[in-house]
């Protein structure tokens, strides 16, 4: 299941929420350096064991997907609303929340218009169903815990939450 968790940071105190990863528990806490004069996190297991330190990196807000369609090996999607990216130029994205699950991924991309693009996907996966407000195209989605876990933990910076999914 994937949790949304709002980032409230305070004067005082370090801001620490639970999460899932891999079906286990961990407490992830953000602490502000003063020397660095930015946001690291932390992860420990339940016994308080350091698991993983890193700086925090934000990702822009994810784009909400409108339509998405499989033809010839191709996928061509539409967003939402202007994606920011030039046309004709390629792009790593991860795709989520469409069905079937075959859509979802990370792809190379090429751009090919202000609220267009594609990506090959050699089988067919079906007719695809966009879920508003679950489909979405996350560009620069920076798995903040790749290489430690399956799961993946995202924080985006626009909206100041922390996403992670199992």
């Known amino acids: ?27 992830v806490t953000a602490i502000w350096n003063t020397f ?3 946001w690291y996190f932390q992860i420990t297991d339940v016994n308080g064991n350091l698991i993983l330190f890193a700086p925090l990196t934000g990702a822009p807000a994810p784009i909400q997907i409108a339509s998405a369609f499989w033809q010839s090996q191709t996928v061509t999607v539409t ?10 130029s390629t792009q790593i994205l991860t795709i989520a929340g469409l069905t079937p699950d075959a859509y979802n991924g990370q792809f190379f991309a090429l751009i090919t218009g202000l609220a267009s693009f594609t990506y090959q996907l050699v089988a067919d996966p079906g007719a695809a169903v966009v879920t508003s407000g679950t489909s ?7 798995n903040l815990v790749q290489g430690y876990f399956n799961s993946t933990m995202v924080f985006y910076y626009p909206s100041q939450t922390f996403v992670v999914a199992p």
């Open 1 to 27: 299941m994937t949790t949304t968790t709002q980032f409230l940071p305070t004067a005082t105190a370090t801001f620490s929420f639970q999460a899932a990863f891999d079906g286990a528990n961990y407490t």
């Open 79 to 88: 967003t939402a609303s202007p994606h920011g990216f030039p046309p004709g």
């Open 36 to 38: 660095g004069q930015r």
């Open 136 to 142: 979405v195209v996350e560009p620069y989605g920076i």
